[in-house]
């Protein structure tokens, strides 16, 4: 299993403003994945984060507005930049383990964006 | 391409409640089928598997059986508790590349 914790929990933030989430993991994995969760909505997949290479995007996600950080195997940062009300969401870190197929969570970052 | 189906919630229950969430699939080949919960205030947890097809998934007395004939991924409970309260994502993987339900948020009351 792996252990994930995300920072910040929780973030009440201003329209037009950047907040960057952190992903710790315990062990080190080869991808980590990054989530958003709408309200009242179910997962969806942002990009996968790779370290030494930049992330893959999935369809309706950018660069410019998500960028991701990889620097080592259990370390990555999710950027949320020049939010709208439209991005308060649950953000959520995540990895695969290669033996069962399974994916932990960290608690994730419920981001309010006024 | 895939995608999953599930019961829109929520539901609620009385304890000792029968409790069925419905989930039904598309995919092509064989992908695994997840059921993951999700307590309040914490991440999601997954609750039990299956990788193939007629496999059964059993965790904390909750089952769901694959079956490949109906495309569905059924959650059974025989007698829901209050701590079983939570919201239940339905999920199928193929090489990583997870798609989750909606989401059913279930309610049990003492």
């Known amino acids: 299993s792996a252990v994930i914790s995300q920072k910040p929990s929780r973030d009440i933030c201003q329209r037009g403003t950047s907040l960057t989430i952190q992903c710790q993991v315990d062990?080190?994995?080869?991808?980590m994945f990054w989530y958003r969760q709408q309200p009242g909505q179910s997962l969806t997949l942002i990009a996968t984060?790779?370290?030494?290479?930049?992330?893959?995007?999935e369809s309706g996600f950018v660069i410019d507005k998500f960028p991701i950080s990889r620097p080592n195997l259990t370390f990555s940062t999710l950027t949320v930049s020049n939010m709208s009300p439209e991005d308060s969401s649950i953000y959520l870190c995540s990895v695969g383990s290669g033996k069962t197929g399974e994916l932990f969570f960290g608690e994730g970052s419920r981001l309010t964006v006024l | 391409g895939n995608s999953v189906t599930q019961m829109e919630g929520p539901v609620t229950l009385s304890e000792e409640a029968f409790l069925t969430i419905n989930c039904t699939y598309t995919?092509?080949?064989?992908?695994?089928l997840f059921w993951y919960v999700q307590y309040p205030g914490e991440g999601l947890q997954l609750l039990l598997k299956a990788t193939k097809a007629d496999d059964k998934g059993s965790n904390k007395g909750f089952e769901a059986t694959y079956r490949k004939e109906t495309t569905s991924f059924h959650l059974e409970k025989g007698s829901v508790q209050v701590s079983d309260s939570a919201v239940y994502f339905c999920a199928l993987s193929g090489t990583y590349k997870y798609i989750f339900g909606t989401g059913t948020r279930l309610k049990v009351l003492a």
């Open positions: 062990s080190q994995v080869t991808m």
């Open positions: 984060a790779n370290q030494g290479s930049e992330a893959t995007y």
């Open positions: 995919a092509t080949g064989y992908p695994s």
